[in-house]
């Protein structure tokens, strides 16, 4: 630091920037410079600091403090109301060439986006504390593990990191004092939080992200969508391992047998739900774990996939949460937790639509304004998000923390699908597999902004993510198939697939057991399974449907291909991948004509 740029604040002891990075230090010299605060905060992650940050955010408004005797150390924040969701359509991959991108990301040439970010960030921190977070993404001793760290000028966002990263000295100490050594830049200012100035840029040649003008989850907390996912990717591919949007949870059988599985679901399609399961009665003895509910990052060790969470809590959606759909969820966010534009009770107390017991009579909802059961309007947003930390989850998995991943069996696809995709399938093979995840496709929700209910293909679920050209991710995925001697089984599911009078055929929650087990005993070999055209399907028999109160024509149904659907599927894949403009590698191109001639077969 040089005398001109602001003291370090406060000046109490807590946060120390002495042992940082001069690379680090001449990076935050710099947008200081250029954003002018007031003060410049070094955050370390600790308990004391915590709780300063708390105190200022209840004073300025920024949380609320709920009830401390029922939900404890828990608070609500609410945002401003123009700013509720990701923002795909203000999110740009800056590579040199707009290829580089590919045609699923909205691009912009680098110099010119600097220009214009660093215009707009020209003095917005005036009057503001600026804050430095160090964070690492993965456990401390995997190789794996990244190191980011993001200047933000909002305690809201000091404090969601705190939760969902490894966060302070940990991270400085990681990165060491290699001038050289890779780090994530990320910057991030609110602005005056206008939709016209709101820009999500990615930088992945310089390893930097640049937020502006928002103060949304998925757009601040710079370590989850912009880093380990669309950053990740790009440092994916280049280093040989894999970035993906992804839940990891274990199986353990009664007998002690363990798999584990990562699942590609879309934005708001359960994947939290999912990777906090608990099994129904009738599979006693059955337990299942969560690593990772959102991102897995894998490597290849000994010719199979391990992966690792990146991420340290998690951020997810809050309606429909109860103790019916998620108990682990519940517990999870029973204290310690940050609500993001859920409704607030008279007695403090959060509350959202979907919530276990009666509404309550009166609340205020998520803008701020009176309540009641008979409002038109939802009384929590439906993107309403908790933010908490992965220990409190009951079924934590106990080798979260395991540098070197857990050993992935399975990978499951899914999606939100009326019609046309059965509850389970399992491709014939890795290439076939990669083709079921850039098929993949699944009907909006909530958590990005746009229409609600169409359906849109989601390769992977990256679609948002993929921080480079998405044909060159299909290529990647298929050269990480030839270097597994032993690769993961790969499935395709679908929970939400709907009967002729628009009811869902399949209970889902805690009853997915029944399908994860069939994937389970798939991998280990003994689950059966007819050839369909689409890939190897479980019969009604081959699923586990004891005590389960389902009628026998919807399991049919759920496990059907009707032709006609396949033949417009078919169509759909084809539009997809030609609306993509040449990019799709050959390999998944031959897959399709080979999908289409089984149905001729
Ligand atoms: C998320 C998302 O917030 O996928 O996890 O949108
Ligand atoms: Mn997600």
């Given at each position: 630091?040089?005398?001109?740029?602001?003291?370090?604040?406060?000046?109490?002891?807590?946060?120390?920037?002495?042992?940082?990075?001069?690379?680090?230090?001449?990076?935050?010299?710099?947008?200081?410079?250029?954003?002018?605060?007031?003060?410049?905060?070094?955050?370390?992650?600790?308990?004391?600091?915590?709780?300063?940050?708390?105190?200022?955010?209840?004073?300025?408004?920024?949380?609320?403090?709920?009830?401390?005797?029922?939900?404890?150390?828990?608070?609500?924040?609410?945002?401003?109301?123009?700013?509720?969701?990701?923002?795909?359509?203000?999110?740009?991959?800056?590579?040199?060439?707009?290829?580089?991108?590919?045609?699923?990301?909205?691009?912009?040439?680098?110099?010119?986006?600097?220009?214009?970010?660093?215009?707009?960030?020209?003095?917005?921190?005036?009057?503001?504390?600026?804050?430095?977070?160090?964070?690492?993404?993965?456990?401390?001793?995997?190789?794996?593990?990244?190191?980011?760290?993001?200047?933000?000028?909002?305690?809201?966002?000091?404090?969601?990191?705190?939760?969902?990263?490894?966060?302070?000295?940990?991270?400085?100490?990681?990165?060491?004092?290699?001038?050289?050594?890779?780090?994530?830049?990320?910057?991030?200012?609110?602005?005056?939080?206008?939709?016209?100035?709101?820009?999500?840029?990615?930088?992945?040649?310089?390893?930097?992200?640049?937020?502006?003008?928002?103060?949304?989850?998925?757009?601040?907390?710079?370590?989850?969508?912009?880093?380990?996912?669309?950053?990740?990717?790009?440092?994916?591919?280049?280093?040989?391992?894999?970035?993906?949007?992804?839940?990891?949870?274990?199986?353990?059988?009664?007998?002690?047998?363990?798999?584990?599985?990562?699942?590609?679901?879309?934005?708001?399609?359960?994947?939290?739900?999912?990777?906090?399961?608990?099994?129904?009665?009738?599979?006693?003895?059955?337990?299942?774990?969560?690593?990772?509910?959102?991102?897995?990052?894998?490597?290849?060790?000994?010719?199979?996939?391990?992966?690792?969470?990146?991420?340290?809590?998690?951020?997810?959606?809050?309606?429909?949460?109860?103790?019916?759909?998620?108990?682990?969820?519940?517990?999870?966010?029973?204290?310690?937790?940050?609500?993001?534009?859920?409704?607030l009770t008279d007695d403090g107390d959060a509350w959202w639509e979907g919530k276990d017991g009666p509404r309550p009579a009166h609340a205020v909802d998520w803008r701020g304004n009176d309540w009641t059961p008979e409002s038109k309007e939802k009384a929590a947003h439906p993107n309403s998000r908790f933010t908490t930390p992965m220990r409190n989850n009951p079924a934590l998995d106990p080798d979260v923390e395991k540098g070197e991943g857990v050993p992935i069996s399975a990978i499951i696809f899914g999606g939100r699908r009326s019609d046309t995709v059965p509850l389970?399938?399992?491709?014939?093979?890795?290439?076939?597999?990669?083709?079921?995840?850039?098929?993949?496709?699944?009907?909006?929700?909530?958590?990005?902004?746009?229409?609600?209910?169409?359906?849109?293909?989601?390769?992977?679920?990256?679609?948002?993510?993929?921080?480079?050209?998405?044909?060159?991710?299909?290529?990647?995925?298929?050269?990480?198939?030839?270097?597994?001697?032993?690769?993961?089984?790969?499935?395709?599911?679908?929970?939400?697939?709907?009967?002729?009078?628009?009811?869902?055929?399949?209970?889902?929650?805690?009853?997915?057991?029944?399908?994860?087990?069939?994937?389970?005993?798939?991998?280990?070999?003994?689950?059966?399974?007819?050839?369909?055209?689409?890939?190897?399907?479980?019969?009604?028999?081959?699923?586990?449907?004891?005590?389960?109160?389902?009628?026998?024509?919807?399991?049919?149904?759920?496990?059907?291909i009707d032709h006609e659907e396949w033949q417009r599927e078919l169509a759909a894949h084809k539009e997809f991948f030609d609306s993509l403009g040449g990019v799709v590698p050959e390999k998944l191109l031959e897959q399709r004509e080979q999908l289409a001639v089984r149905f001729k077969e």
């Amino acid at each position: 630091m040089t005398n001109s740029a602001p003291a370090i604040f406060p000046p109490s002891g807590i946060g120390d920037a002495r042992s940082a990075n001069q690379a680090v230090l001449d990076w935050v010299h710099d947008i200081a410079t250029l954003t002018e605060p007031e003060n410049i905060f070094w955050c370390d992650g600790s308990d004391q600091e915590n709780d300063f940050l708390v105190a200022e955010s209840i004073k300025q408004n920024v949380l609320i403090k709920l009830n401390q005797k029922t939900i404890p150390r828990s608070y609500l924040h609410r945002s401003n109301p123009n700013d509720v969701a990701r923002v795909e359509q203000f999110t740009f991959v800056c590579t040199p060439t707009k290829e580089e991108a590919g045609p699923t990301n909205n691009w912009s040439e680098p110099a010119e986006m600097y220009a214009k970010l660093r215009g707009l960030l020209k003095g917005a921190m005036r009057g503001r504390t600026m804050f430095v977070i160090p964070y690492m993404m993965g456990p401390p001793d995997s190789p794996l593990t990244k190191v980011g760290f993001e200047i933000t000028d909002s305690k809201y966002v000091v404090l969601n990191m705190r939760i969902m990263t490894r966060m302070g000295e940990v991270a400085v100490k990681r990165l060491g004092s290699d001038l050289n050594a890779e780090w994530n830049r990320g910057v991030h200012s609110l602005l005056d939080v206008n939709p016209e100035r709101r820009f999500i840029c990615h930088f992945p040649q310089d390893n930097t992200i640049i937020s502006v003008g928002s103060g949304y989850g998925g757009n601040v907390l710079l370590s989850k969508k912009c880093f380990a996912l669309r950053i990740g990717t790009y440092l994916a591919r280049t280093q040989g391992w894999m970035a993906e949007h992804m839940l990891i949870l274990g199986v353990e059988s009664p007998e002690g047998k363990k798999h584990y599985v990562a699942a590609a679901f879309p934005s708001a399609c359960g994947k939290t739900n999912f990777a906090m399961l608990i099994p129904p009665a009738h599979f006693k003895g059955w337990k299942v774990t969560t690593v990772g509910d959102d991102i897995a990052w894998m490597q290849i060790r000994d010719g199979r996939l391990y992966a690792v969470n990146p991420e340290n809590g998690y951020f997810g959606v809050v309606p429909g949460t109860s103790y019916k759909s998620n108990p682990n969820a519940m517990k999870s966010i029973a204290h310690d937790t940050i609500y993001t534009n859920v409704a607030l009770t008279d007695d403090g107390d959060a509350w959202w639509e979907g919530k276990d017991g009666p509404r309550p009579a009166h609340a205020v909802d998520w803008r701020g304004n009176d309540w009641t059961p008979e409002s038109k309007e939802k009384a929590a947003h439906p993107n309403s998000r908790f933010t908490t930390p992965m220990r409190n989850n009951p079924a934590l998995d106990p080798d979260v923390e395991k540098g070197e991943g857990v050993p992935i069996s399975a990978i499951i696809f899914g999606g939100r699908r009326s019609d046309t995709v059965p509850l389970v399938y399992q491709a014939f093979d890795w290439d076939h597999g990669v083709y079921l995840g850039a098929t993949m496709a699944s009907e909006t929700t909530a958590a990005a902004t746009g229409a609600i209910g169409q359906v849109r293909r989601d390769p992977m679920a990256m679609l948002p993510f993929c921080g480079y050209n998405i044909g060159d991710y299909f290529q990647h995925w298929l050269d990480i198939g030839k270097r597994l001697t032993n690769p993961p089984l790969i499935f395709n599911v679908n929970w939400f697939r709907k009967g002729v009078k628009g009811q869902f055929l399949w209970p889902g929650f805690g009853e997915n057991m029944r399908v994860l087990k069939w994937i389970i005993d798939r991998c280990e070999g003994t689950g059966g399974a007819l050839k369909s055209p689409i890939g190897w399907l479980p019969s009604p028999h081959d699923l586990d449907l004891a005590e389960l109160d389902i009628d026998h024509k919807c399991v049919a149904e759920i496990l059907g291909i009707d032709h006609e659907e396949w033949q417009r599927e078919l169509a759909a894949h084809k539009e997809f991948f030609d609306s993509l403009g040449g990019v799709v590698p050959e390999k998944l191109l031959e897959q399709r004509e080979q999908l289409a001639v089984r149905f001729k077969e």
